[in-house]
């Protein structure tokens, strides 16, 4: 079984530039969470995703930050403008039908 | 909303030893609990859970205890080994409608040949 799949693996970009990241969760996975994790950190939810439906986005910079997960599948998650501080790496997971979450490796993001 | 603090932050055994870290949160209303590890340049990866309505639970070498009067849960690693070199993060969630899950700040285990 394939696994939680990221890119870009690494991103440098300067400040106020945007970016944006890519995540395919495991096949047949409805639930999908992006998680920013600031080093030394652990995980902090930005987003959770029920298919194609926003669940909880509570904790997500919203003037600067915005996620989508088209036909119910894959999601993309943007900055726009990028600041210093959301230098982090920041993981996709998806969990099938109970709370067991499977993490992919993660887009390490500089921003200088 | 749910907070879960961990400790120790760090932590070094020699090989063999016993590993103990330990966990509270504050949400009653939390019944699961997973740990997960998180090697160098990859994503956490779940190695046991345990639900509120049992105290304890053993998967080989790991093991995981929860007082949900105390709301204190522990993980424990024995007989330790280089390979379990890692970040270790404890996690509380509550599982009726949409699962929110908070993390502990992390513990790095550091265990010496």
């Known amino acids: 079984e394939a696994g939680v799949a990221q890119s870009p693996r690494y991103k440098i970009i300067e400040k106020r530039q945007s970016v944006a990241f890519w995540c395919n969760p495991i096949?047949?996975?409805?639930?999908l969470y992006w998680y920013q994790q600031i080093l030394g950190q652990g995980p902090k939810l930005l987003i959770q995703f029920q298919n194609n439906g926003v669940v909880d986005d509570s904790q997500l910079p919203k003037d600067r930050f915005s996620a989508e997960r088209l036909k119910g599948v894959d999601s993309t998650l943007k900055i726009q403008p990028a600041k210093l501080e959301d230098s982090a790496v920041y993981l996709c997971a998806s969990t099938l039908l109970g709370p067991e979450a499977f993490f992919g490796q993660g887009t390490r993001l500089t921003v200088v | 909303g749910e907070n879960v603090e961990q400790h120790p932050s760090t932590l070094s055994v020699q090989e063999g030893d016993s590993a103990v870290i330990k966990c509270t949160y504050s949400d009653s209303a939390s019944n699961y609990f997973p740990w997960y590890k998180q090697e160098l340049g990859k994503g956490p990866q779940l190695i046991i859970d345990i639900r509120s309505n049992v105290g304890e639970k053993k998967d080989q070498r790991i093991a995981v205890t929860l007082n949900k009067t105390a709301k204190h849960f522990s993980l424990h690693i024995t007989e330790t080994q280089p390979e379990d070199s890692a970040v270790y993060f404890c996690a509380a969630s509550n599982s009726g409608g949409y699962q929110k899950v908070t993390f502990g700040t992390g513990t790095k285990l550091q265990v010496i040949p």
């Open positions: 096949s047949g996975h409805a639930t």
